[in-house]
């Protein structure tokens, strides 16, 4: 059934044709009352049918199309010289499974119109009507039968399209759902990262500037005052890092928004910094032409070479020089950072999450890491992305 019959359908519509083609059926020909018994139950009968078969033509098009057709077989068949008004209801049934029914059933649902209107004319060939007339009257008929199948199938090919819209307003209306779903998994997974690089980061500086202050305290007080500066000042950072992503969390707003901070490739250097003032031999060394990166860019730059450093204060030993690259080429720029310790075998945080992390930012603009232990000792990560050489964009 047409996904909209019953919804167009009104119950007071169907009633009031149903009381119409009622009031039809008491209009009996006088001269078809009371020849016997048999006759006037056929005929109420067939009146009842037909009044019960328009009632419920949209709601059960073919069933209450097929109760219409027999009950004015009936009454063809009891009654065949005589015309009864109700008969009428024969084109609302023929309109209804044609609007409303399946498709299988149009054809014969026509067919059986058109041979029903043939039939009440066939009383008329016998007699001395005018062949004229006659044959006026058949293709009136069937004209009539043509017209409503032509108004049927016209509204049924409207219920079709506003069929077709609403099922594409609910694809339309899933998809969404499903892409708002995935936005939310992709955000709370790009969180999680953030959280993890801020967190490991700092606390890989603060532990071993808490170590050396430690042992700094008895013999160099002034060093072990400086370690406590780097702990205070790298604890702020972080805390006003985790501060402004929490502030995303909390306002719905603005979770499209880029999460704070957003760092860009000249970061690099305050990151570098950082880790020297733990203590920590690092170089810093860029090549090339400098150009604005694609807006997201820079961001992963700075937090690859965030983990790398973070896998380096752990795994490479207190005494190993660490050395950031960046190379700025035509096509793509290459992040590369090097240590001479002690060279662990994997730099990740016991899930696999820390290479894993650093080749799923470099991915998402096209780009790959490579790490590996390094010939001469020591662990390398190289990351390279391709950029836009002439394009100018903010990141």
């Known amino acids: 059934m047409n996904e909209f019959a019953t919804v167009r359908g009104s119950f007071p519509g169907d009633l009031l044709l149903a009381l119409l083609v009622a009031f039809l059926t008491l209009l009996i020909p006088a001269d078809v009352l009371g020849i016997d018994l048999l006759h006037d139950a056929l005929l109420y009968t067939s009146g009842v049918a037909t009044v019960l078969g328009t009632f419920f033509r949209r709601t059960h098009p073919v069933p209450a199309g097929i109760t219409v057709y027999l009950a004015a077989l009936v009454r063809y068949v009891a009654f065949p010289t005589e015309f009864f008004p109700q008969d009428v209801a024969v084109l609302l049934a023929l309109y209804a499974v044609l609007a409303f029914g399946s498709a299988t059933m149009k054809i014969p649902a026509i067919l059986g119109a058109c041979f029903g209107a043939f039939l009440l004319v066939l009383p008329y060939a016998g007699s001395e009507s005018p062949h004229l007339l006659v044959i006026f009257l058949v293709f009136a008929g069937q004209a009539i039968v043509i017209a409503t199948a032509a108004v049927a ?65 008895k013999n160099n007080p002034e060093a072990a005052v400086r370690a406590l500066d780097v702990i205070a000042d790298m604890s702020r950072a972080a805390l006003g890092d985790i501060r402004s992503i929490i502030g995303v969390l909390r306002d719905p707003e603005e979770i499209d928004a880029p999460l704070a901070p957003e760092p860009v490739d000249a970061d690099l250097l305050q990151l570098v910094e950082q880790v020297r003032s733990a203590g920590h031999e690092v170089a810093l060394v860029t090549t090339g032409s400098q150009r604005p990166l694609p807006v997201g860019v820079g961001k992963a730059l700075y937090r690859i070479c965030q983990e790398a450093l973070t896998n380096s204060l752990k795994h490479a030993g207190p005494d190993a020089a660490i050395t950031v690259s960046l190379h700025w080429r035509p096509t793509e ?15 990740n945080d016991g899930k696999g999450h820390g290479i894993i992390g650093m080749t799923e930012r ?32 903010h990141v």
């Open 362 to 393: 470099a991915a998402v603009f096209g780009g790959t890491v490579v790490s590996g232990p390094r010939s001469s000792g020591g662990f390398r990560v190289t990351a390279t992305i391709p950029t836009p050489g002439e394009r100018n964009s």
């Open 333 to 347: 720029v290459v992040l590369d950072i090097s240590d001479n310790g002690r060279g662990a075998a994997t730099f």
């Open 153 to 217: 199938l016209l509204r049924r090919a409207q219920y079709d399209q506003l069929d077709h819209i609403f099922v594409d307003a609910q694809i339309a209306q899933v998809n969404a759902e499903r892409d708002a779903e995935l936005a939310v998994v992709s955000e709370r997974t790009r969180i999680a990262r953030e959280m993890h690089d801020i967190v490991a980061h700092t606390l890989s500086v603060v532990i071993a500037q808490a170590d050396g202050g430690r042992y700094a305290a």
